[in-house]
């Protein structure tokens, strides 16, 4: 008795550990998110650069500029915004027909028409205060990405 009662412990709490949580577009739309840089980027002692995403209901606009600490002087970078949409699995191709109807997930989806590129984030958590995507390296790239950011708006 004791060892079925310690397998089923196991396989409820490997269920637990494996569930996916799901989230939604309204927790996105209308929200802006800060980007926070490794420590040695953050720390640096002569620029700091911000990234900002506000999310619409179709599009990600990416904000990105940098300021020189010495001199003050600020330089815009892109500034630009790409469709995304929600997904509960990792899609082979981006699917337009979804952006702004997908109303939930745990993948966040994105397009980016300049190069023509998807690429795809799972959602680790999103809260009022801190979003924190994770992006696995497909067989071209070099490294998996966790992108953490910060509730600006």
Known sequence: MKTIIAILIAL?????VNAQTTYTLEQLVGTKWRMIYPEQIEN???????????????????????????????????????????SDVIP???DMSKVGKVKKGSYLITYYERTKKMEYYK???????????????????IRNVWVDFVRVK
């Open 44 to 86: 640096n002692p002569y620029y700091y650069r911000e990234h900002i995403d506000e999310y619409t209901q179709c599009e990600i606009k990416n904000k990105l500029k940098s300021t020189n600490k010495i001199t003050g002087k600020t330089r815009i970078g892109a500034d630009v915004s790409h469709k995304y949409y929600l």
């Open 123 to 141: 959602i680790i958590s999103l809260t009022n205060d801190s979003l924190k995507l994770f992006h696995k390296a497909s067989k071209d790239e």
């Open 12 to 16: 409820f709490s490997t269920c637990a």
């Open 92 to 94: 082979k191709s981006f």
